[in-house]
């Protein structure tokens, strides 16, 4: 490209808007001349060649934005013949696996948990960010305590603000790791929640997914139905 002071990544994220704009049918001849001219007209110092080129790299991320695997994930006996991913195995290899970012909730959380609490820590120590949701830290700070020392930049804790309502509850079990893979369980992060209990829940693999997760906490908290330890 002529013009460097455009950055590649900007160019490519208008595009890809561009293709959510059209639903991804960019190869309809009409749609694709009207999505030509409107780039060409954005970015006019592009060639004909480089703008083609670009469209197809839109489209080859738009594509994978939009792709989802979903497995399912189940915590039984091991007795229990059943084809499908466990529970504990998951979280651990989510957590450890993270890169980037972790979010997480935790409705009831026991010692048997804390290893992983451990992992959590030095994670944020090696600048990998930390969301953690619970339901009532207080009931919780024995296992949390060390989390608590940590907070900061990389380290943060969100207590539920249960207001007039008592009996109200952060309740949802999940995980996201990376803004790329969720993982929604009724699996409490305990020994029986993990191991011994019958749970059942499904680990996604999308970029949409993760961040329509994250989304919607981050508008819990501007709603104020966390508080920031």
């Known amino acids: 490209m002529r013009d460097r002071s455009i950055g590649i990544a900007i160019i490519v994220e208008t595009l890809v808007s561009e293709v959510e704009r059209f639903g991804g049918e960019l190869f309809d001849l009409q749609v694709f001349k009207q999505s030509f001219r409107s780039i060409k007209e954005k970015f006019p110092v592009l060639t004909d060649e480089e703008t083609f080129d670009l469209i197809q790299m839109a489209i080859s991320l738009y594509n994978y934005r939009v792709t989802e695997k979903v497995e399912l994930v189940i915590t039984a006996p091991n007795s229990f ?39 959590l820590v030095e994670k944020s120590r090696k600048g990998i960010y930390i969301n953690l949701y619970v339901n009532d830290f207080n009931s919780k700070k024995e296992q949390l305590d060390k989390l608590e020392m940590y907070k900061g930049r990389y380290m943060s804790i969100y207590d539920y603000n249960k207001g ?37 829940g499904v680990v996604i693999d999308s970029v949409r997914k993760a961040s329509n997760v994250e989304e919607l906490f981050k508008q819990l908290r501007t709603q104020k139905v966390f508080k920031k330890l």
């Open 81 to 119: 013949k059943l084809k499908a991913l466990k529970t504990s195995v998951v979280i651990k290899e989510l957590i450890n696996g993270a890169q980037k970012s972790i979010t997480l909730t935790g409705y009831s959380i026991s010692d048997y948990f804390c290893d992983l609490l451990d992992v």
């Open 164 to 200: 007039d309502d008592k009996m109200a509850a952060l309740h949802a079990k999940i995980v996201v790791v990376d803004g790329q893979k969720t993982f929604i369980s009724s699996s409490n992060l305990s020994y029986h929640g993990l191991e011994g209990n019958v749970e059942m």
